[in-house]
């Protein structure tokens, strides 16, 4: 599932067309296919996957279908930063909120990590699977909550989305009697945090697509950058 999260002081560009402010982005049915409507062909993270996992002529091997919420926080970057909170506790507070707004989370839960990467078998464990953690805007209009807000991870605090939500250990959701394993894709995490959407560089279309499926494809790749980015 992905949660688009809005803090309530974020300005930024209201109009953008890709989410304006104080609204669900206008991806929130589409960013993903939902079961019943896959494959939509729209471009989306589905349609993504679904075409770069077909092997010469055969169907595709590889299905991502979910579905949108939207967020907004309760408390202020200011307040955030006044009360030495990072993205980390921030993710908390929007997994908190989403079990109080969702009595449902347990049809996210579909999969068990196997033993290793790569390696997953089809049954519930009580951990949710796959959680996109998606910021409307952290620094965008203002870089010094950047610095105090995004910790450094591999020496920078310059990242736009880490394979990982990013915060130690494991946080229990009392509402839906579920648990959201932090840290990252090297170890079950139960999704992926953005802070900064980007566009596809060579995309016509502004369709947004490229930190979300980039980090989603560390969990299928691992570590590595392969290619310049
Ligand atoms: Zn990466």
Not at 46 to 60: D, P
Not at 106 to 124: A, C, I, K, L, M
Not at 169 to 186: D, F, K, Q, R
């Amino acid at each position: 599932m992905a949660v688009f999260v809005q803090f309530p002081d974020d300005n930024w560009n209201p109009n953008d067309t890709f989410w304006p402010s104080t609204q669900p982005p206008r991806v929130l049915n589409t960013f993903f296919d939902q079961q019943n409507e896959y494959p939509s062909g729209r471009h989306n993270v589905s349609n993504y996957f679904y075409q770069m996992s077909k092997t010469n002529g055969s169907a595709n091997q590889f299905d991502v279908t979910g579905e949108g919420i939207y967020i907004q926080l309760d408390h202020t970057r200011d307040w955030y930063v006044n009360n030495n909170k990072q993205i980390p506790d921030i993710n908390k507070d929007v997994l908190l909120k989403l079990d109080q707004l969702d009595n449902n989370l347990q049809r996210f839960d579909n999969w068990v990590f196997g033993h290793g990467q790569q390696n997953h078998h089809p049954y519930s464990d009580n951990k949710l699977d796959m959680v996109y953690i998606i910021y409307r805007n952290v620094y965008r209009d203002n870089d010094s909550y950047r610095i105090s807000l995004v910790p450094k991870r591999s020496g920078s605090n310059n990242w736009s989305g880490i394979a990982g939500l990013d915060y130690s250990g494991t946080l229990y959701l009392p509402n839906n009697n579920i648990s959201a394993v932090g840290g990252y894709m090297t170890g079950n995490s139960s999704g992926i945090t953005i802070v900064k959407y980007r566009r596809f560089f060579d995309d016509p279309g502004n369709r947004y697509l490229f930190v979300f499926l980039h980090e989603f494809g560390h969990f299928l790749r691992g570590g590595v950058h392969e290619y310049a980015s």
